[in-house]
């Protein structure tokens, strides 16, 4: 069965090695972008990957919050 499953910590520099070995830039993503992969797989085997970065993450420090943390108000932003 083909899946996407979000990647932790190990999947992740998996996936940072797949990019480095067969992308065409053979370049890892830089993490100050806050990467995240998805990783692809069949019968349980990694078949591929996706990876997506924020690179204006640094720009904004404070805007982008992950999936488990809980809301914050909007108020908090336009105070900064």
Same mark, same amino acid.
């Not at 998805?38 to 078949?47: D, P």
């Given at each position: 069965? *083909?899946? $996407?499953?979000?990647?932790?910590?190990?999947?992740?520099?998996?996936?940072?090695?797949?990019? +480095?070995r067969?992308?065409?830039?053979?370049?890892?993503v830089?993490?100050?972008?806050?990467?995240?992969? *998805?990783? $692809?797989?069949l019968?349980e085997?990694?078949?591929?990957?996706?990876?997506?970065?924020?690179p +204006?993450?640094?720009?904004?420090?404070?805007?982008?919050?992950?999936c488990?943390?809980k809301?914050i108000? *909007?108020a908090?932003f336009l105070?900064n």
């Amino acid at each position: 069965m *083909l899946s $996407v499953v979000l990647a932790d910590k190990c999947g992740l520099s998996w996936a940072q090695e797949q990019v +480095e070995r067969y992308h065409y830039l053979h370049t890892p993503v830089d993490p100050r972008c806050n990467p995240v992969a *998805l990783l $692809v797989t069949l019968f349980e085997e990694r078949v591929g990957c996706f990876i997506f970065g924020r690179p +204006e993450a640094t720009r904004v420090n404070g805007w982008y919050v992950m999936c488990n943390q809980k809301s914050i108000p *909007l108020a908090a932003f336009l105070s900064n």
